[in-house]
């Protein structure tokens, strides 16, 4: 089959395919059975009629459901968009009616019921299954009595009892059968979800910090380094700062750890408040915390900073403390290919630094500190 072939017939949708393929392999299926059924038409089985008439049954329904599931019309139900249900039902009711048509041959029509739910059995969960099965029993146990009651020279009653007897047990396996892959099928989909999930939890945890929710040092350099594989063309700087907190060591000693920890959460999240989106900021450790700006000069990086700074001072924490102001300094460096980048972080480190010996509460770039070349 050629792929604009293949297009035209299933999509090129890979999560619808799989369920339009399955329908129009049911209508390829449908087709075949009015061949063979022809067939015994002309060997005078069948009444020819009769034949026409479930041939229209089956073909018009598997073409009204390959329409449904190819057009997409099936997506908007919320459970069964193959429409298994559905079909597999018509078909039960297209196979009892052709057992009731066959006359010697109808034995064999009963095994294209197993064909039913064994086409269906990895999609139905367990009410469905036995559903399908319920109905095929009963449909079939329905034809089979009727015929025995009205053509009992060519329906002997004995042996549709017989014949009602091995399908009722072939079909109960199929349906237990069934039930047992569909149970395990939705086992399968919970471990999938779980650890799904549980992937989720491991990279959150790879990199996220659990404190103050902002991305860890891992994440900020591979952040750091996305930016600069991103960034070819001019402009190709990233301004990254480090951001120590001023005198946080005198909150913990006061306050407590617990107080020391609020006021990181605090000053994470007030922060983030002002910053731009693209701008990155994240827990480098214990205190400090790095600010990436993509694009960003050490000028425009001060200017950040200037107004994280002038945030904080208008959220005071005097939950914790009265009067209690959270206060940094950093220092800034401009980043330009990867060949700089650990030179970057480091002249960042000796500025902020710097800042720390020169007063703290201010920002200095790295270009301006008189210790760069230390």
Request: charged letters at 25%; glycine letters at 8%; proline letters at 3%.
């Amino acid at each position: 089959m050629t792929a604009s072939l293949r297009t035209l017939l299933v999509g090129d949708d890979p999560r619808q395919q799989l369920r339009v393929s399955q329908t129009l392999l049911a209508l390829v299926v449908y087709v075949v059975f009015a061949g063979v059924q022809h067939v015994e038409v002309l060997l005078g089985m069948i009444d020819e009629r009769a034949s026409w008439a479930l041939t229209a049954w089956n073909l018009s329904g598997g073409l009204v459901f390959y329409a449904l599931v190819r057009s997409g019309w099936s997506r908007r139900l919320a459970r069964d968009r193959a429409l298994t249900v559905p079909q597999s039902l018509w078909a039960m009711v297209g196979i009892a009616w052709s057992y009731g048509i066959t006359g010697p041959a109808r034995g064999a029509v009963m095994l294209i019921m197993l064909l039913v739910v064994l086409f269906s059995m990895f999609t139905l969960d367990a009410r469905q299954s036995r559903l399908i099965v319920g109905a095929g029993i009963a449909l079939l146990g329905g034809t089979m009595a009727w015929k025995a009651a009205t053509d009992p020279a060519n329906y002997d009653p004995r042996v549709e009892a017989l014949h009602f007897g091995f399908a009722a047990i072939v079909l109960s396996a199929c349906a237990l059968l069934s039930i047992r892959i569909g149970r395990l099928r939705e086992s399968l989909q919970r471990q999938k979800t779980e650890l799904a999930a549980a992937l989720q939890r491991i990279q959150a945890l790879a990199t996220q910090d659990p404190l103050t929710g902002l991305p860890n040092r891992r994440a900020a350099i591979e952040r750091l380094t996305g930016e600069l594989d991103q960034r070819r063309r001019p402009p190709p700087q990233v301004a990254v700062a480090l951001i120590d907190l001023d005198h946080f060591k005198r909150v913990n000693d006061r306050l407590g750890h617990a107080a020391g920890d609020e006021v990181l959460r605090r000053f994470a999240e007030t922060s983030r408040a002002v910053l731009r989106e693209g701008d990155v900021l994240a827990r480098w450790g214990g205190e400090e915390f790095l600010l990436i700006l993509p694009g960003a000069e050490g000028q425009q990086a001060l200017e950040v900073l200037g107004r994280m700074r002038e945030r904080l001072a208008q959220a005071p924490l005097d939950d914790l403390e009265a009067g209690l102001v959270v206060r940094f300094s950093a220092g800034v460096a401009v980043c330009d290919d990867h060949r700089t980048l650990d030179r970057s972080i480091e002249a960042a480190d000796r500025a902020m630094y710097a800042a720390k010996t020169g007063g703290r509460d201010r920002a200095l770039r790295a270009e301006d500190c008189a210790t760069l070349g230390a």
